[in-house]
């Protein structure tokens, strides 16, 4: 009786911990078709944020579709609500979304102004530019082409005792706020420090990236993603 009151806590959180990573995983899987489907889309519109938004928000609806109920006029309901679900989670800002490629080096040595004042990377006969490296990071017009979005996800855990021992152990490898700690979302910098902010929630950060060669000219969008100024 002894070995099993012993044994039981740690069977049971192997058993509620194994739970948690299953829905991590699943998630996880989600967010990297999402992202792949903003990429996509941000590559037909001009690499501009909203496309990005909207093409995520598209995908990872997959993820909080449930089946259509009998109040439901039409079976596409719920993939309505789903959607609208991910679109608040954007405002909510538990979704950053962040454009690696192109570079301001990229601008500043291909842009050509685009009207409306901002400025465009060339996106025509690609085959027939040339491809010697020409900017200061050595990249060439076509590297300048391709479209790399990093989309980091605030997740919820929802699974019962693992979810805190996996956010405290999260916690450690990055710079989020001690419960005793001032700092808030209202004045904290750091994406995961805000998503892990001590309070009666348990999330985590999950990231996710995809690159995709742009289908149309990429343009300038000053302060729209969370790490660009240009």
Do not use: W
């Amino acid at each position: 009786m002894t070995e099993f009151a012993i044994i039981l806590p740690i069977l049971l959180f192997l058993i509620l911990g194994a739970l948690q990573f299953i829905f991590i995983y699943q998630l996880k899987t989600t967010l990297n078709y999402a992202t792949y489907e903003a990429t996509r889309a941000g590559s037909l519109e001009n690499a501009q944020l909203e496309a990005v938004q909207n093409g995520f928000s598209r995908a990872m609806a997959a993820y909080f579709t449930r089946p259509a109920d009998d109040s439901d006029n039409e079976k596409s309901a719920a993939v309505i609500r789903a959607r609208e679900l991910v679109r608040q989670q954007i405002e909510s800002g538990l979704v950053r979304f962040e454009r690696i490629n192109p570079t301001k080096s990229g601008f500043d040595t291909f842009g050509e102004d685009g009207g409306d004042g901002t400025i465009e990377i060339p996106n025509s006969l690609l085959i027939f530019r040339d491809a010697r490296p020409t900017d200061n990071r050595g990249l060439s017009i076509q590297d300048a082409n391709l479209l790399k979005i990093r989309i980091t996800y605030c997740v919820d855990l929802i699974v019962p005792f693992a979810n805190r021992i996996i956010e405290t152990a999260a916690k450690g490898f990055t710079d989020s706020p001690d419960p005793g700690d001032s700092l808030t979302c209202d004045n904290c910098d750091d994406f995961e420090a805000q998503c892990m902010d001590p309070d009666d929630s348990t999330r985590i950060t999950i990231v996710s990236h995809a690159i995709i060669r742009m289908q149309s000219p990429a343009q300038t969008c000053p302060n729209c993603f969370a790490n660009t100024e240009y």
